[in-house]
């Protein structure tokens, strides 16, 4: 872990009353106190891409008072697009040191530490412990797991979000009372299962929108002020510029923030078997089995107007964020295979399905985009 503080840090109060602030301090809900209380805080950002580059920017703009950054990346032509941190004239840099550079421009009251190194779970309690809350910027599901079991361990809350081609997710996770990021993804999911943005893309304006949704929360929770999406997960598209939000629930069996007894070894395993991740089913196999009659119900958690682009035969229709308000409408003895467009809202259904008790609920991978990919190119791809 290489640590580097930009200066020494100004006393929260002398900070906070920079006249930069004005306009916070004379919001009635904010304020001096709440300029005091950004101005003492510590937040680490880890990742300096497409989410943590604006969420760095906009935090240092708004006088936290210690801001952490974790990244041992380089910056690449390919990355200017959605990460206004950094200009031409970094390609090549690496991107702590250039980060550091920016933000000192924006505010050079803010003290900029260094982390250089990947975070894993091997040093991610050792980094984050010095903070108030981390923002996950990250861009990979073993990075973002590392996050949230450091955090509930130490009791640190993080506000997640992700991001893919025109979706956006964001939530606070591990905070006190509400669920952590296992209880919705209880783990890792199958390499190559989940496409990344190199592989499926994303339009550059995405990051810049979900990254400040993300630093908002980290504001809120430093600050004391509104409602956080602690409990709540906020969806955003951008195609036709609609926000969903699904409740959720802390599962008192999760293997990260539980707290359930078990009582018994029958409970144990059937607490258990609910708590893993629905299975993935390809769609070869997915058409195979329909080919031969067997009795299973495609359950689409998209929204109407992607159904009316492309759709497969039979299909329910539930968008995600009505699945908890219909979920007295489905048979949990019957087979659901779950589709969205790409995989990520359907395994979220399909994980959420199971740990409501339904036993034969699988994910199809890759959503329709790959069904019509694969199996019938006549179904339209958007």
């Not at 000192?104 to 991610?124: F, G, R």
């Not at 499926?200 to 400040?212: K, N, R, T």
């Amino acid at each position: 872990m290489n640590l580097s503080p930009s200066k020494s840090p100004l006393p929260s109060k002398q900070h906070a009353a920079n006249p930069r602030y004005a306009r916070q301090h004379v919001l009635r809900e904010f304020g001096l106190v709440g300029q005091e209380k950004l101005a003492a805080s510590r937040v680490l950002i880890v990742g300096v891409g497409g989410l943590g580059s604006p969420a760095a920017m906009y935090l240092a703009a708004a006088g936290i008072g210690t801001i952490g950054l974790v990244d041992s990346d380089v910056v690449e032509e390919s990355n200017l697009h959605r990460q206004l941190l950094f200009g031409v004239h970094d390609i090549g840099a690496n991107k702590l040191s250039a980060a550091r550079d920016r933000l000192s421009d924006i505010n050079p009251l803010v003290n900029v530490v260094l982390h250089n190194a990947k975070l894993t779970t091997e040093n991610a309690r050792e980094i984050i412990v010095a903070y108030d809350i981390v923002l996950d910027g990250t861009d990979n599901f073993p990075t973002r797991y590392a996050i949230n079991d450091a955090c509930i361990s130490l009791g640190i809350p993080f506000v997640y979000g992700s991001v893919a081609r025109f979706e956006g997710q964001v939530s606070v996770f591990a905070a006190q009372n509400g669920p952590c990021y296992r209880c919705l993804f209880p783990s890792l999911p199958d390499e190559g299962t989940v496409p990344s943005c190199a592989e499926d893309g994303v339009l550059g304006v995405l990051p810049g929108i979900v990254g400040l949704h993300q630093s908002t929360e980290v504001i809120k929770w430093l600050t004391g002020i509104g409602r956080l999406l602690i409990g709540r997960l906020l969806m955003l598209d951008l195609l036709d510029h609609s926000t969903n939000e699904i409740s959720i629930q802390r599962d008192p069996n999760c293997q990260a923030c539980g707290t359930g007894s078990r009582s018994n070894a029958s409970t144990t395993q059937r607490q258990s078997t609910m708590n893993e991740p629905a299975p993935e089913l390809d769609v070869t196999s997915l058409k195979a089995r329909l080919n031969n009659g067997e009795n299973i119900t495609l359950l689409d958690v998209r929204e109407p107007w992607e159904s009316a682009i492309a759709s497969l035969p039979n299909a329910t229709l539930i968008p995600l964020s009505t699945l908890p308000n219909a979920r007295s409408t489905l048979d949990c003895t019957r087979e659901y295979v779950v589709y969205c467009h790409h995989g990520m809202r359907s395994a979220m259904a399909a994980n959420w399905l199971k740990s409501q008790g339904f036993e034969h609920v699988s994910n199809m991978t890759g959503g329709i985009d790959m069904w019509s990919a694969i199996v019938d190119p006549s179904v339209p791809q958007y």
